[in-house]
């Protein structure tokens, strides 16, 4: 299941990115040699943005690799530790998974009244529909972490504050 989840949230954010570096060099050579950017290049670049970081957060919570506040783990007993974990994805579980229940929500509502955006004229619907399907498998990766915490980071490695 960790492989699948690599493989198809890895291969979407990767393509999503590779996607914005070609708009940003086409459009770039557009303006520069052409005089013309590419219409709607802004509003491409937000929504692939969006697939971008919705596609990475169940890999970045899988890996725990958020930033995180451990000045005082060392001074903290393992079991207080554990316990602030627990209470941690906890949290993290519900709100993500409730963030998807009011995108999937949204969605259904931007979809009744065709909500699109400005310049291209693009349905809002399906990101939000997928912005919710990832919220969602990254409130079960959060569940997951519960029972199988990530292996922890030696020391000075990883963003820690």
Request: overall charge negative; glycine content about 10%.
């Amino acid at each position: 299941m960790k492989k699948l989840l690599e493989l198809l949230c890895g291969l979407l954010s990767g393509v999503a990115l590779f996607a914005i570096m070609a708009l940003t060099f086409f459009d770039v050579l557009g303006r520069k040699f052409a005089d013309n950017s590419i219409p709607g290049s802004l509003e491409m670049t937000e929504l692939l943005m969006v697939v971008v970081i919705f596609g990475a957060l169940p890999l970045v919570s899988q890996r725990g690799e958020h930033v995180e506040f451990d000045s005082l783990d060392p001074f903290m007993p393992a079991w207080l530790r554990r316990a602030q974990g627990v209470l941690v994805h906890l949290l993290c579980a519900a709100v993500l998974l409730l963030l998807g229940y009011l995108m999937w929500r949204t969605g259904g509502q931007f979809l009744e009244s065709g909500e699109t955006t400005a310049q291209l004229k693009i349905l809002k619907a399906p990101f939000l529909y997928g912005m919710s399907v990832l919220c969602a498998l990254t409130g079960l990766v959060h569940l997951t972490l519960i029972a199988h915490p990530p292996a922890q980071r030696a020391e000075g490695e990883g963003v820690a504050l």
